[in-house]
């Protein structure tokens, strides 16, 4: 059995480093090269990064490979980013039920908001649903409302702005387009219909709450929202 910290075709080194730098969790380093491949060397290592890294800048590849923190890491050039983002905007769409969109929907322009307010708006208990977008990441705790009882609060994530391909809150959709994702469930009994925000308000609301830090992971205590 070959050694396989020897490798002396310069094409498969390429091909292993190309796999390296794409199935590396973090940026890949030229110390995490020389441990694999002591007897390379260092020159020879770092020369076959760079060629890589020139292979993916040619036209028709839609890989990069980018200097990050020491190391180097493999992204999608930015060009195509829009078609990335469809494709998650796709796939959140068909994963998300119309209930899920519209509570996350109520959660992104009404935030901070309570489990209760969501009951209010939506006329439906919806733990299970808040559920099922924490589990996601689209939802996260934000902290305790200064009520009685302090309920938790919700608010949109990161990832929620990912997935839906929106650089901030402020270029959320209006509620027509946002809500437009998938068919509407009928409002159940006694649910208020829910209006979009007042310029001013919803995902800018400043309402005073106590910040999450250890509740984020408090959410088994949901039960206490009232």
């Not at 007897?39 to 800048?57: H, K, N």
């Not at 209006?195 to 830090?213: F, K, V």
């Amino acid at each position: 059995m070959p050694d396989r910290t020897v490798v002396d075709d310069p094409q498969q080194l390429l091909a292993i480093v190309e796999a390296l730098v794409f199935a590396a969790t973090e940026p890949l380093t030229l110390a995490d090269l020389l441990d694999l491949f002591p007897d390379a060397g260092e020159e020879r290592l770092r020369d076959t990064l760079e060629e890589l890294r020139r292979t993916c800048e040619a036209p028709g590849r839609g890989l990069q490979v980018q200097p990050v923190a020491g190391g180097y890491t493999m992204r999608t050039k930015p060009d195509l980013g829009e078609w990335v983002r469809a494709l998650f905007r796709s796939r959140n769409r068909r994963r998300l039920s119309a209930a899920a969109l519209e509570t996350l929907a109520i959660v992104a322009y009404r935030q901070p908001i309570t489990t209760p307010e969501i009951q209010v708006l939506r006329g439906t208990d919806p733990v299970g649903v808040l559920q099922n977008l924490l589990d996601k990441k689209l939802v996260r705790v934000l902290g305790r409302k200064k009520v009685v009882g302090k309920p938790l609060l919700y608010g949109t994530t990161r990832e929620f702005l990912t997935h839906f391909g929106l650089n901030s809150l402020e270029d959320l959709p209006s509620i027509e387009e946002f809500g437009g994702l998938t068919p509407p469930s009928p409002p159940a009994r006694g649910a208020i219909p829910f209006e979009e925000p007042e310029e001013g308000n919803g995902a800018s609301h400043a309402e005073e709450y106590e910040d999450a830090g250890e509740d984020e992971n408090e959410r088994d205590d949901d039960g206490d929202d009232s």
